[in-house]
């Protein structure tokens, strides 16, 4: 198989669960990989020096090859959600500076179960292929066309792109949808930007290549996990996993194995100088004793309740 270029983003809150996913598709990779951390060009505002060479020494340690790749995009004091990093406006403006034929763009909530990389095949005739998402028609009837088919809003989670049409297509657009995000009302970032600028050119991607437990859906033989939504596995407390759906519990305890072999392949000769490093992360992450953890799970259950009560 051709070299793959993988590229991903995250800022310090998800270095850890971004080391998890980049191994975790390193053990179900067979060809040459391509590595680009994206960044926008005002990363250290959201990473540290020593994030970046950790995850650096980590992808080299795989045998894939790296490249930091700064972004013309400023993104620290960009719209944010509850849960999710602005760092994830860059996924636009690397698609404007890519140099890659083609590329796929990964969510750092992912892991890979199975062999992903032929997802590249997906990519036809438009810039971007990428899975459906559901439960967007009100997103769809302001901006699409009249008469234009339901269902046409991609998630952004996992992207095929072809780099040189985006540019051609989509990059005027998309920036000057950005310049009025608080205008045009946007809410799920970079995501409700791109579908606003790509209106459904979107080749279809396979489903089990952006299997979304959280959804409750039932996907066969998924090939990539995404931890779309408000819970996140790195962030697990028991309480939690029983409440869960069962798919999503069944793709917790996924995670969990991925979780435990990073593990213990840092603790082994190739990254032996970065253990440390690691498991500072993930206590970072997690808080002292679980506590972040149990914070912001109680948070996401009593936003559920608010919502209940306030249909």
């Not at 005739?125 to 967007?136: G, L, P, Q, T, V």
């Not at 039932?218 to 990539?224: D, R, T």
């Not at 962030?235 to 069944?250: W, Y």
């Amino acid at each position: 198989m051709a070299k793959v270029t993988v590229a991903m983003t995250a800022d310090s809150n998800f270095i850890y669960p971004l080391a998890i996913s980049i191994f975790s598709y390193s053990q179900q990779a067979a060809g040459e990989i391509q590595f680009e951390y994206a960044v926008p060009s005002d990363w250290r505002k959201m990473l540290r020096q020593k994030e970046v060479d950790e995850v650096e020494k980590l992808v080299k340690s795989l045998n894939w090859s790296f490249r930091l790749v700064e972004c013309p995009i400023s993104a620290a004091e960009l719209p944010r959600t509850l849960h999710i990093s602005p760092i994830t406006f860059v996924k636009p403006a690397y698609f404007d500076i890519a140099d890659a034929e083609k590329v796929l763009f990964l969510d750092a909530d992912t892991i890979a179960v199975r062999g992903w990389e032929d997802m590249i095949k997906f990519i036809d005739k438009n810039a971007i292929a990428a899975d459906s998402e559901e439960n967007m028609q009100d997103f769809e009837l302001k901006w699409g066309s009249n008469g234009q088919p339901r269902g046409w809003y991609a998630n952004a989670g996992m992207l095929v792109a072809k780099p040189d049409l985006w540019r051609e297509r989509h990059e005027n657009r998309w920036r000057s949808l950005m310049n009025d995000y608080r205008d045009h009302e946007f809410e799920l970032l970079e995501q409700d930007v791109m579908n606003a600028a790509l209106l459904g050119a979107v080749d279809p991607l396979p489903p089990e290549y952006n299997f979304r437990p959280a959804y409750g859906k039932k996907v066969e033989n998924p090939i990539v996990l995404h931890y779309a939504g408000y819970w996140k596995p790195w962030l697990a407390t028991p309480g939690l996993i029983r409440s869960l759906n069962p798919e999503l519990r069944v793709a917790f305890g996924a995670y969990a194995r991925v979780e435990k072999q990073f593990q213990a392949f840092v603790e082994g000769q190739s990254l032996s100088s970065s253990k440390i490093f690691w498991k500072e992360a993930r206590r970072s992450v997690r808080g002292p004793f679980g506590l972040k953890a149990q914070k912001y799970n109680l948070r996401g259950l009593l936003g559920n309740i608010k919502r209940i009560f306030l249909r």
